[in-house]
């Protein structure tokens, strides 16, 4: 009985050795996991504050050529506008000239 006791001793100190060996092993597999996707987040956060920069940028664009556009849409309004003025002015003239 005593043999019995120990060998079983023995077999169940190799069960729980193998068992401590598996857990270890998942806790390395998670570990590393946890790393990779931790440096995946890093990756994804910088990826997503270099976008957010860039609509800030792009926005900033738009609203710079938006006022572009308005200040040669005015100017191109008066130049329309000085080249009606103008050709009335002419025409003015070549009356006159005609005239006489």
């Known amino acids: 009985m005593y043999i019995r006791n120990a060998t079983s001793t023995s077999t169940d100190d190799a069960e729980d050795k ?7 092993s998942k806790k390395r ?7 990779i996707m931790e440096g995946d987040l890093r990756k994804i956060n910088t990826d997503k504050i270099s976008v957010d920069n860039d609509i800030r940028k792009l926005t900033r664009d738009a609203e710079r050529i938006r006022i572009n556009l308005d200040e040669k849409k005015r100017h191109l309004a008066k130049l329309m506008q000085d080249a009606r003025t103008t050709e009335d002015e002419l025409r003015t003239l070549r009356k006159k000239l ?3």
Not at 29 to 35: A, F, G, S, V, Y
Request: aromatic share 0%; net charge neutral.
């Open 18 to 24: 193998q068992k401590k060996a598996e857990i270890e």
């Open 29 to 35: 597999r998670i570990q590393m996991e946890i790393l």
């Open 98 to 100: 005609n005239l006489l």
